[in-house]
């Protein structure tokens, strides 16, 4: 195993074991003080993924957003599952330093905040990022996009909207695993590959999405076709040879994740 492989490697092992293990046994109670099997879970961060990027110079970050900005309906679920996915275009936008896209991402966010009746303080967050982009202040802007998706998950988590919580993950997951299966992609190397060893955290997506509840997300075609790619997401994840993947895993890695955008995409 040569000494990137390693490295990148026992960074994997470190982001999961702090995002994941470390929260594994948290459960929240639900409003009747009944226990829930919702488990806190919270996504690696995405600046410590895209370090790892950077390290193995797979970054051609400006062309990895698209130039159309994610949008959807005005629904909760689908909602949620865009906002996951703009902060993950967001800070990817914040590595290329595009200012275009970067705004009209941060205006579909404050848009999405307000339908989602998310506090103020928040609001005011989804604001300071419009700021910072036109400031060109891109380390803080990084930092102040991972801090707005820390404070929109705390949000949810703590008024118990665990439905909207796992939703908004799964976007963000799902962008996350699609762009860097593009990176990697782009310049295939076996070695690389490892970046998108994801067990833990996509068995604790898996397993929240089992528990939503609310017929409005639960009950719609957009929830059982995500749940079912997320599973053959899984196969794919699980299945590693040496901590690697071969480029069919990889292509099968971006299919599945861009259907699952699709079924979320405003047509």
């Not at 994610?70 to 679920?77: A, D, L, N, P, S």
């Not at 996915?85 to 990817?92: E, F, H, K, S």
């Not at 990022?129 to 949810?156: C, P």
């Not at 782009?186 to 067990?199: E, H, N, P």
């Amino acid at each position: 195993m040569t000494k990137k492989l390693i490295l990148v490697t026992l960074c994997i092992a470190v982001l999961l074991l702090v995002s994941c293990k470390s929260k594994e046994a948290q459960k929240m109670p639900d409003a009747n003080q009944q226990s829930t099997p919702f488990v806190y879970a919270p996504l690696p961060p995405f600046h410590e993924v895209f370090k790892i990027l950077d390290y193995l110079k797979l970054g051609d970050f400006n062309q990895a957003v698209e130039d159309k900005v994610f949008t959807t309906k005005q629904e909760i679920g689908h909602s949620a599952f865009a906002l996951g996915v703009l902060t993950a275009d967001g800070i990817i936008s914040v590595r290329g330093h595009n200012k275009t896209k970067l705004n009209a991402i941060a205006e579909e966010m404050i848009r999405i905040s307000n339908f989602l009746g998310l506090d103020e303080s928040i609001l005011k967050l989804a604001d300071q990022l419009k700021e910072l982009i036109t400031n060109d202040q891109w380390e803080e802007l990084e930092k102040a996009l991972e801090h707005y998706k820390n404070e929109v998950e705390g949000t949810l988590y703590q008024s118990q909207q665990y439905d909207q919580f796992t939703m908004m993950q799964i976007g963000g997951w799902t962008e996350g695993i699609n762009r860097i299966a593009w990176f990697v992609n782009k310049q295939y190397k076996a070695d690389k590959s490892s970046v998108l060893i994801q067990k833990g955290t996509l068995n604790h997506l898996i397993k929240n999405m089992g528990y939503i509840n609310t017929p409005s997300i639960k009950d719609t075609d957009y929830y059982k076709a995500t749940y079912d790619k997320l599973n053959k997401i899984k196969l794919i994840i699980d299945a590693p040879t040496n901590e690697t993947y071969t480029k069919e895993q990889i292509d099968q890695l971006m299919s599945l994740s861009q259907d699952i955008k699709k079924t979320f995409e405003k047509k």
